[in-house]
């Protein structure tokens, strides 16, 4: 079965400093792998998902994440913070075959950002 | 936006109460999915749906059902509601397989008294 950490549950940074949020996944397969993210009191929406090409998957609202498969990782990036980019961050691990109808989330990483 | 709406938004119900939430979408898209979110524990799958009259249980399932009479409804019921079950719950729905993408719903945010 595929699972996900996210080892920062509360991220601070200042408005105009890069980002990286960490995302470790287990899977025994290429997964499929995405970045989701949760506004107050909203549902989630997609920034970028990766399945297989180019390792560097651009999403929307700026932010890129890499693929790293000797670290199995996924960590999504942005080199410029927005005070809008306040929000909550998942990353989820998807599996192929007869059981692509599931998502693994990881627990999420809480992003604070200061004027 | 994907047309989903959840309802009620928000409820509260006393424990041992039977609760159905609603899931209702106009995108006629064939997978249907009820999530639950909880502090510390990310987004849970609780029951999938991907075509009428056709379920499967997540990994949460106990204490909840669910029925899929026609594309565009996804019923999750909670027979006999706990403590336990206060939470957000969110609908989801995705066109192929949730490995593509997934449209959330607002949420709703049940409390179990």
């Known amino acids: 079965a595929q699972s996900v950490t996210q080892p920062d549950i509360h991220i601070t940074v200042s408005e105009g400093a890069s980002l990286e949020l960490r995302c470790n996944y287990s899977y025994g397969a290429t997964p499929y792998l995405f970045w989701y993210v949760q506004s107050p009191g909203q549902g989630l929406q997609l920034l970028l998902k990766?399945?297989?090409?180019?390792?560097l998957v651009q999403g929307i609202k700026g932010f890129e994440a890499e693929f790293k498969r000797s670290q199995s990782s996924f960590n999504l990036r942005k080199p410029s913070v927005h005070w809008s980019d306040a929000a909550e961050y998942f990353c989820a691990v998807g599996a192929g075959g007869g059981s692509n109808y599931k998502l693994t989330f990881g627990k999420g990483t809480l992003l604070t950002v200061n004027p | 936006d994907a047309g989903i709406t959840q309802s009620p938004r928000h409820k509260v119900t006393e424990t041992g109460t039977p609760v159905t939430l609603r899931c209702h979408q106009t995108e006629n898209h064939r997978y249907m999915y009820w999530y639950r979110q909880d502090p510390g524990h990310g987004l849970r799958l609780i029951h999938y749906s991907y075509g009428v009259k056709d379920t499967d249980k997540g990994e949460v399932s106990d204490g909840y059902s669910v029925s899929r009479s026609k594309t565009e409804d996804f019923l999750l019921t909670l027979e006999s509601a706990t403590s336990s079950q206060t939470s957000v719950y969110f609908c989801?729905?995705?066109?192929?397989?949730?490995?593509?993408?997934?449209?959330f719903g607002s949420g709703t945010q049940l409390s179990v008294l």
């Open positions: 989801a729905i995705s066109d192929l397989t949730a490995n593509e993408k997934l449209f």
């Open positions: 990766y399945f297989s090409g180019d390792t």
